[in-house]
């Protein structure tokens, strides 16, 4: 499993776009990265994979430049409640059956009124 | 959408008594499902992997003697912390994929249980 690299921390007013970059230098070619968001208290929430290119849904976009050594979580207009560790991983999705994620240290945000 | 659900959502216990947590997939079939745990202000550990109908796989470092895990159906999985001590005290959290996707990429996870030993 290829190794990631976040910043442990970011702050940042609310409105503000914010964007959390991850580093996987190590990544195969199977690899997909994928992004968990989790609250005190809570599980680990999926909110966004992609293989390459640019990969949009309704709460981020995923941004991954050609060589894919690195990821950019993008949160438009961040409110208070965005307020969370952010999880990137990197590895291969299973066709079947399920497969283990083992998260690194994840950043943790945090949105300023 | 699937749910992974765990019960309790905390507990707190003496040193020297077993804790039994369940973690259930409600609206799939799960055969596998994995166990992390979490020290505060730290991320996710992953313990081991639940295996339905068979033996569970640890990570190295997690004894398997301490951590009972039993997979007994497609939709229930089992920790058992046993003889539990204060350094047991930790957030448990759950996991599963629905198989059932062609090409399934989200896992789920369950709310999590904190344990507190005293």
């Known amino acids: 499993l290829a190794k990631t690299t976040q910043p442990i921390s970011m702050d940042s007013y609310e409105g503000q776009e914010v964007n959390i970059t991850c580093s996987h230098n190590n990544i195969a070619t199977n690899d997909y990265i994928t992004w968990y968001q989790q609250f005190p208290s809570q599980g680990p929430r999926f909110i966004i994979q992609g293989y390459k290119t640019k990969v949009t849904n309704e709460v981020a976009s995923l941004f991954i430049p050609a060589d894919r050594k690195s990821s950019t979580l993008s949160l438009p207009r961040v409110s208070l409640s965005d307020t969370a560790v952010y999880y990137c991983?990197?590895?291969?999705?299973?066709?079947?059956?399920?497969?283990?994620?083992?998260f690194g240290t994840g950043t943790r945000l945090t949105v300023i009124p | 959408g699937a749910v992974v659900s765990q019960h309790p959502s905390w507990v707190i216990c003496k040193s020297g008594t077993s804790v039994k947590i369940e973690c259930r997939s409600l609206?799939?079939?799960?055969?596998?499902m994995f166990w992390y745990r979490q020290f505060p202000k730290q991320s996710l550990m992953l313990m081991a992997t639940s295996n339905e109908g068979s033996k569970a796989t640890y990570e190295q470092g997690v004894e398997k003697d301490k951590f009972l895990i039993n997979h007994a159906s497609l939709t229930l999985s089992t920790l058992t912390v046993t003889s539990a001590h204060p350094e047991d005290s930790s957030f448990y959290i759950c996991?599963?994929?629905?198989?059932?996707?062609?090409?399934?990429?989200?896992?789920?996870f369950g709310q999590g249980t904190r344990l507190t030993v005293v």
């Open positions: 609206d799939f079939q799960a055969t596998t």
């Open positions: 991983l990197v590895g291969d999705p299973p066709q079947t059956g399920a497969n283990n994620l083992f």
């Open positions: 996991s599963a994929r629905n198989p059932g996707v062609a090409v399934n990429t989200e896992a789920f």
